[in-house]
């Protein structure tokens, strides 16, 4: 690897294994500030594909209260996720989105004794539900509430099937939470449904379909002839 200095020319060269990167090996503040910048750019996306909605969840469980204003990858501190965005973050985002999904519910997150507790008011119950008696959907569609509505947005959020274990009449309300302008966003989906509301709100999106090509899975319109040639630029 070779790097150029403040005057264009070429400064020493550096040999690093086939195994290693340059983003770790070379991403110094003096003479590689470009990798420093791209690493940390990197480091800052978010991929959430594994929530776990089963019994046994972290989710489902009274957690010790801390300040969290980005969901853990696997939605363990959900109830603190929540409570950060009402305190920190958009409140009246968080209570719109879920009316919209449940009309006339609401999300409340309890503090005792240290520890958080995620209570679920919905219209017709009684009383509220706790975590551990949510159905999978109700409480698959509260993370990606947290994910979404997080106080520290990231530059690129992807989401792996959010379709997954909610009922389709929550697919509308989950397109309109997706579609606000917060980070740029990729969604991988098998849901028409999702999709469709998805275009439908922000027809500027991008849809891009899978197809087979001799064998081979390929993006259908992203061929080399299908868009204008781009080229890097100069430095």
């Not at 690093?16 to 090996?25: H, K, P, Y």
Request: hydrophobic share 45%; with cysteine.
């Amino acid at each position: 690897m070779r790097v150029r200095d403040d005057s264009g020319a070429w400064a020493g060269s550096s040999r690093i294994g086939l195994t290693d990167s340059m983003l770790s090996e070379l991403a110094d503040p003096r003479a590689c500030p470009e990798l420093l910048v791209v690493r940390e750019r990197l480091r800052s996306w978010r991929f959430y594909d594994q929530f776990r909605t089963d019994a046994a969840v972290p989710a489902r469980q009274d957690r010790i209260g801390t300040r969290t204003p980005v969901l853990d990858h696997d939605g363990g501190d959900l109830a603190a996720a929540l409570r950060t965005i009402q305190e920190f973050g958009d409140d009246e985002a968080l209570a719109e989105a879920v009316s919209d999904a449940f009309p006339r519910s609401r999300a409340e997150v309890r503090a005792a004794d240290g520890l958080l507790r995620l209570r679920f008011h919905q219209h017709g119950l009684l009383r509220p539900l706790g975590a551990a008696e949510l159905s999978d959907g109700t409480l698959r569609y509260l993370l990606w509430v947290a994910a979404l509505l997080s106080p520290r947005p990231p530059e690129l959020l992807v989401l792996n099937e959010p379709e997954t274990s909610l009922h389709p009449d929550l697919l509308p309300a989950l397109a309109a939470l997706i579609a606000k302008p917060r980070a740029q966003l990729i969604v991988v989906s098998h849901a028409r449904p999702l999709v469709h509301a998805l275009s439908a709100i922000a027809p500027e999106a991008a849809v891009l379909e899978p197809e087979k090509e001799f064998g081979a899975t390929v993006l259908a319109g992203q061929g080399r002839l299908d868009r204008p040639a781009w080229h890097w630029p100069k430095r």
